[in-house]
């Protein structure tokens, strides 16, 4: 699904942010990405949603070569990949309802099929009963789930998310988790950017970690090695 081949990125700084990187992530799978600050998660990142494009090598996402998509056709891409942020971005002054279908505005879908795909995301997080209220009157948990459900509104092939319990206590970030496998289980690809190595170590899902833009350690070639 997402092909990384001798990827470097090179800002007009001179900052090398990532550095003849190779990675593979499979259809319908789910991989942490971690590393120090400063490492490449967020330059990766950007790479995937085509906010940047690559020094040297190849993005692919579903077999498109990102640095060749005209200009024109990135808004309809990116409308293929979800994304969840560590402070939600909800819009404080709409509900939870308009918070999610946003995108579905943005995309110029008629206000009925709106309203099924947003009530079916929200069903999804747990959040129907939610839909009238706003953002203030969610607790921290809640609003990511809401950030969670906009995201996927779109029935995205890749969900992208950066650091998504990074303001969560520990059995809201179990929570949260547990809802991107559910998706990862229905097809979608997930690659969730972590500082949070506690939560590594409580699923056994593919780590991949960073270091000056380069991949120091894969858990995958690893269990590979092993066998």
């Known amino acids: 699904m997402i092909e990384i081949r001798g990827v470097s990125k090179?800002?007009?700084?001179?900052?090398?942010?990532?550095?003849n990187l190779n990675l593979t992530l499979a259809r319908g799978t789910?991989?942490?990405?971690?590393?120090?600050s400063g490492a490449g998660k967020s330059t990766l990142?950007?790479?995937?949603?085509r906010m940047e494009l690559a020094t040297r090598g190849t993005v692919s996402v579903?077999?498109?070569?990102?640095?060749?998509?005209?200009?024109?056709?990135?808004a309809r891409y990116r409308q293929r990949i979800g994304v969840v942020f560590q402070d939600h971005l909800l819009l404080p002054d709409r509900s939870v309802f308009d918070n999610v279908g946003m995108p579905l505005v943005i995309a110029g879908y008629r206000a009925e099929d709106r309203?099924?795909?947003?009530?079916?995301?929200?069903?999804?997080?747990?959040?129907?009963e939610k839909e009238g209220q706003f953002p203030t009157q969610l607790s921290a948990g809640e609003q990511q789930r809401v950030g969670i459900a906009r995201a996927v509104v779109n029935r995205p092939a890749v969900l992208l998310a950066d650091?998504?319990?990074g303001n969560l206590?520990?059995?809201?970030?179990?929570?949260?988790?547990?809802?991107?496998?559910?998706?990862?289980?229905?097809?979608?690809?997930?690659?969730?950017?972590?500082h949070d190595h506690e939560l590594l170590e409580s699923f056994g899902d593919r780590v991949v970690e960073l270091a000056?833009?380069?991949?120091?350690?894969?858990?995958?070639?690893?269990?590979?090695?092993?066998?």
């Open 10 to 19: 090179r800002f007009p700084s001179g900052k090398e942010a990532l550095h």
């Open 30 to 36: 789910l991989t942490f990405l971690t590393g120090h």
């Open 45 to 49: 990142l950007k790479l995937l949603l």
């Open 62 to 74: 579903g077999g498109v070569n990102l640095a060749r998509m005209p200009r024109r056709a990135v």
């Open 115 to 128: 309203a099924r795909r947003v009530r079916a995301a929200l069903s999804r997080v747990g959040l129907l």
């Open 163 to 165: 650091e998504p319990t």
């Open 169 to 194: 206590d520990p059995d809201l970030s179990r929570e949260i988790m547990g809802l991107f496998h559910l998706f990862q289980q229905v097809g979608v690809t997930v690659l969730i950017a972590t």
């Open 212 to 227: 000056d833009g380069r991949v120091v350690a894969d858990s995958l070639e690893a269990e590979t090695d092993g066998a």
